[in-house]
C-alpha cells in the first residue's frame, strides 16, 4: 500500500519554543556540539490503489490548505513512499 | 437579540460565553459544531478551549467543521462573529482574520489578569468601549503568540484593525503586542483573552476597587445587543 509522506515545519525566521526547550535538555545532557533543535510535523497518507499525478497534486493541495498554515508552516516535502522503497522500511 | 455559542468536540468556555450573553441581557443559543444549522441567530460565539485536543494546529479541524461553512457566510454577509482563544484561533484558520498563533514564546501556559489597551471602537464588540480605555480581561492560553509578516502588521496598523494591546507585560510574545483584531468591516473580531470571564461581580478579575470585581468583558456583549438595537 503507497503511502504519501508530507513533511511540515515551522518557519525558519520563527522562534520554535518547543524545539528551543529540546535543545535546551539536550545541552543539560552535556551534547553540547546540537546547537539547536527544530520541531515539524510528518504525516503519512495512506492510499488504497495507486498514486497517480492527479492524486499527489490533489494532495499537494491539501498539504498547502490545511496540514500546513502557511503563515506559520512551510511545507518541506511531498513524496511518495512504500514497501521497497530505500530508507523507508514500512 | 439571540446570540449563538458553537460547541466544538474540546469546547471549554461555551457554557460562561452563554452566561456572559444572560447577563448582558440577550437569549444565548447552543449551537453544534456538527451541523449546518445557525437557528436563525443574530450573532455568532466561537468560544475558548482545546478544539480536537489542539491536534493538526489550535482551531484548525474546528474551522473545517461543518457550522464553520454557515458561520464563515454568515460573517461575509455582516453577522457579528467573536472568536474567543480557540475561538480566536478558529477564526484565523478559517481567514476570517489574518496571521497565526503560536505556542508562547516563553513556553509556558500562561494565566493572569491581563491588562488591555483598547485601540479599535469600530467593531461590533467594541463600540461601547472608549478609544485607549484600560481594560483587565483574564488570560489563559499556551498558544496565543500573534504573528504575522512586516507588511500584515503594517496594514492592521494603518487601518487600526487592531482592536486590543497588552498593557503592562506581553504574555506570550505576541508581535507588536497585538491582543485581539478586528475584520475591515467591523463585524468579525477575535482576541486571546477570555472577556465572558469577566462579566459578574464577585466571579470576575480583581481590580483596584475590590478583589474579583472586574466586569469590563461584559461591553463586548452589551457592544453587540446595542449595535443590534440601533441597526
Redesign the interface.
Given at each position: 500500500m503507497p503511502t504519501i509522506v508530507v513533511e511540515v515545519m515551522?518557519k525558519a525566521e520563527?522562534?520554535?519554543?518547543?524545539g528551543?526547550?529540546v535543545a535546551g535538555a539536550l545541552h543539560r545532557l552535556g551534547h553540547v556540539a546540537i546547537s539547536d533543535v527544530r520541531i515539524g510535523k510528518r504525516f503519512e497518507l495512506h492510499v488504497d490503489g495507486e498514486v497517480d499525478a492527479a492524486l499527489l497534486a490533489t494532495v499537494e493541495q491539501l498539504a498547502a490548505d490545511?496540514?500546513s498554515?502557511g503563515?506559520?508552516e512551510d511545507v518541506i516535502s511531498v513524496h511518495v513512499s512504500g514497501a521497497g522503497v530505500a530508507g523507508e522500511t514500512r | 437579540m439571540r446570540i449563538g455559542v458553537v460547541t466544538f468536540p474540546g469546547s471549554l468556555d461555551d457554557r460562561d460565553a452563554q452566561r456572559a450573553i444572560r447577563l448582558a441581557g440577550a437569549e444565548p443559543v447552543a449551537l453544534w459544531h456538527g451541523t449546518h444549522d445557525l437557528q436563525g441567530v443574530d450573532a455568532i460565539v466561537l468560544p475558548g478551549g482545546f478544539s480536537y485536543g489542539d491536534y493538526l494546529r489550535c482551531g484548525a479541524i474546528a474551522a473545517r467543521s461543518p457550522i464553520m461553512a454557515e458561520v464563515i457566510s454568515a460573517a461575509n454577509s455582516g453577522m457579528p462573529v467573536l472568536g474567543i482563544c480557540n475561538g480566536f484561533q478558529i477564526l484565523v484558520e478559517a481567514h476570517l482574520l489574518p496571521g497565526g498563533l503560536i505556542r508562547n514564546d516563553h513556553g509556558d501556559f500562561i494565566r493572569r489578569d491581563q491588562r488591555l489597551r483598547v485601540e479599535s471602537t469600530d467593531s461590533a464588540w467594541t463600540n461601547g468601549f472608549t478609544v485607549g480605555q484600560e481594560i483587565t480581561i483574564p488570560l489563559k492560553n499556551g498558544e496565543g503568540g500573534f504573528i504575522a509578516d512586516e507588511s500584515t502588521l503594517d496594514r492592521l496598523e494603518g487601518e487600526g484593525l487592531v482592536a486590543f494591546r497588552y498593557l503592562d507585560v506581553n504574555p506570550n510574545g505576541s508581535l507588536r503586542d497585538i491582543a485581539g483584531l478586528r475584520n475591515e468591516r467591523g463585524n468579525v473580531v477575535g482576541l486571546m483573552p477570555h472577556p465572558e470571564h469577566a462579566v459578574e461581580p464577585g466571579f470576575g478579575p480583581n481590580t483596584p476597587a475590590a478583589m474579583r470585581s472586574g466586569v469590563d468583558g461584559l461591553t463586548f456583549f452589551t457592544s453587540v445587543i446595542k449595535q443590534s438595537v440601533l441597526s
Amino acid at each position: 500500500m503507497p503511502t504519501i509522506v508530507v513533511e511540515v515545519m515551522p518557519k525558519a525566521e520563527l522562534l520554535d519554543p518547543a524545539g528551543k526547550a529540546v535543545a535546551g535538555a539536550l545541552h543539560r545532557l552535556g551534547h553540547v556540539a546540537i546547537s539547536d533543535v527544530r520541531i515539524g510535523k510528518r504525516f503519512e497518507l495512506h492510499v488504497d490503489g495507486e498514486v497517480d499525478a492527479a492524486l499527489l497534486a490533489t494532495v499537494e493541495q491539501l498539504a498547502a490548505d490545511m496540514l500546513s498554515n502557511g503563515v506559520i508552516e512551510d511545507v518541506i516535502s511531498v513524496h511518495v513512499s512504500g514497501a521497497g522503497v530505500a530508507g523507508e522500511t514500512r | 437579540m439571540r446570540i449563538g455559542v458553537v460547541t466544538f468536540p474540546g469546547s471549554l468556555d461555551d457554557r460562561d460565553a452563554q452566561r456572559a450573553i444572560r447577563l448582558a441581557g440577550a437569549e444565548p443559543v447552543a449551537l453544534w459544531h456538527g451541523t449546518h444549522d445557525l437557528q436563525g441567530v443574530d450573532a455568532i460565539v466561537l468560544p475558548g478551549g482545546f478544539s480536537y485536543g489542539d491536534y493538526l494546529r489550535c482551531g484548525a479541524i474546528a474551522a473545517r467543521s461543518p457550522i464553520m461553512a454557515e458561520v464563515i457566510s454568515a460573517a461575509n454577509s455582516g453577522m457579528p462573529v467573536l472568536g474567543i482563544c480557540n475561538g480566536f484561533q478558529i477564526l484565523v484558520e478559517a481567514h476570517l482574520l489574518p496571521g497565526g498563533l503560536i505556542r508562547n514564546d516563553h513556553g509556558d501556559f500562561i494565566r493572569r489578569d491581563q491588562r488591555l489597551r483598547v485601540e479599535s471602537t469600530d467593531s461590533a464588540w467594541t463600540n461601547g468601549f472608549t478609544v485607549g480605555q484600560e481594560i483587565t480581561i483574564p488570560l489563559k492560553n499556551g498558544e496565543g503568540g500573534f504573528i504575522a509578516d512586516e507588511s500584515t502588521l503594517d496594514r492592521l496598523e494603518g487601518e487600526g484593525l487592531v482592536a486590543f494591546r497588552y498593557l503592562d507585560v506581553n504574555p506570550n510574545g505576541s508581535l507588536r503586542d497585538i491582543a485581539g483584531l478586528r475584520n475591515e468591516r467591523g463585524n468579525v473580531v477575535g482576541l486571546m483573552p477570555h472577556p465572558e470571564h469577566a462579566v459578574e461581580p464577585g466571579f470576575g478579575p480583581n481590580t483596584p476597587a475590590a478583589m474579583r470585581s472586574g466586569v469590563d468583558g461584559l461591553t463586548f456583549f452589551t457592544s453587540v445587543i446595542k449595535q443590534s438595537v440601533l441597526s
